[in-house]
């Protein structure tokens, strides 16, 4: 995060009416371009790390939590989004 922000810093000392088009003509932009690409994929990474690891972790909860009626399943989907027909809202 800290090379990205020297890198934009950067770009904005070449952008002196902080416009768009200065900043992409800055000599700096591809360097903005290259760190900002390497954080994205690392940010993206970490990110399915935990979906991962909050799956995993649902699933060994589903496991053990017994079903107590036939409404838990419903309830369940509707927490996550799954319940009723595709383009349907759930409740508000």
Do not use: C
């Not at 890198?7 to 952008?15: P, Q, R, S, V």
């Amino acid at each position: 995060m800290r090379q990205l922000g020297t890198a934009l810093n950067a770009a904005t000392a070449d952008a002196p009416n902080d416009t768009d088009e200065e900043h992409l003509a800055s000599r700096a932009w591809p360097e903005v371009v290259a760190i900002a690409g390497r954080l994205a994929q690392v940010m993206v990474a970490n990110d399915l790390k935990e979906l991962v690891a909050l799956h995993e972790s649902e699933s060994a909860t589903d496991d053990v939590l017994p079903r107590t009626s036939e409404a838990a399943p419903q309830a369940h989907q509707i927490e996550r989004g799954t319940a009723g027909n595709p383009g349907e809202e759930g409740p508000a």
